[in-house]
């Protein structure tokens, strides 16, 4: 998986789907796919990533070019790809959510 930034506050992330650690946001709508798409080394260079982190951070205008969206639109039209940020988004031990076994009363084994 490449390095992304969060589409609200510019904050690097490690995948383009999953939620930010910055400011918590995680893409909901389709057009937030598509920019979290486009704010990520799946559409975008590093150089590029960089600029958008730095306009997110000061509020500017992001300069995101629209072919950026459009491509980024189209890839989410692949199902391999979707498969694939999804399967980023939902790692084990999340939301503090960590399997556990069952209690049982101390017993030695
Ligand atoms: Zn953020």
Known sequence: MGMAICFKCGSAKS???VACRGCG???QTDNEYAASLALSEHVS???QLTQYSHELRNG???SVPR???A???DALKDP???AMLRACMFRPGQNGRVWS???RPDRPV
Do not use: N, T
Request: aromatic content about 0%; proline content about 8%.
């Open 15 to 17: 995948g383009a789907l």
């Open 25 to 27: 946001a995680a893409p």
């Open 45 to 47: 260079s590093k150089e």
């Open 60 to 62: 500017e205008r992001l």
């Open 67 to 69: 072919k950026a969206l």
């Open 71 to 73: 491509e980024a639109l």
């Open 80 to 82: 391999q790809l979707l």
């Open 101 to 103: 076994p069952m209690r």
